[in-house]
């Protein structure tokens, strides 16, 4: 499966980065394309480009936060989750996938 995520935390330092490593290894482990954007202290890193989000068959949000841009995933299937949810358990994430 192809699955795109953002994440975000209202400091955006350690968790919004901590949740996308955690993302991006378990994802893979289980087989899934995984590409990760961070919204965090530093903007908009590895920005999710048009091309990758269209492709996606579904979307992660971790995020404590608001997502910037939202508006670029539109029609995606989206699956929101908060943060802390990531960190404490990434697999049980991808069940709800």
Do not use: W
């Amino acid at each position: 499966m192809k699955i795109i995520a953002v994440t975000a935390c209202p400091t955006g330092i350690a968790h919004t980065y901590m949740a996308a490593a955690k993302l991006s290894s378990v994802g893979r482990e289980l087989g899934h394309d995984m590409e990760v954007e961070t919204q965090g202290a530093m903007g908009i890193e590895n920005e999710l480009q048009r091309d990758r989000i269209s492709k996606a068959d579904v979307v992660i949000f971790a995020a404590d936060i608001a997502i910037e841009n939202e508006e670029r995933f539109s029609g995606k299937r989206i699956v929101r989750v908060p943060i802390r949810d990531v960190l404490k358990d990434a697999r049980r994430v991808f069940l709800k996938l």
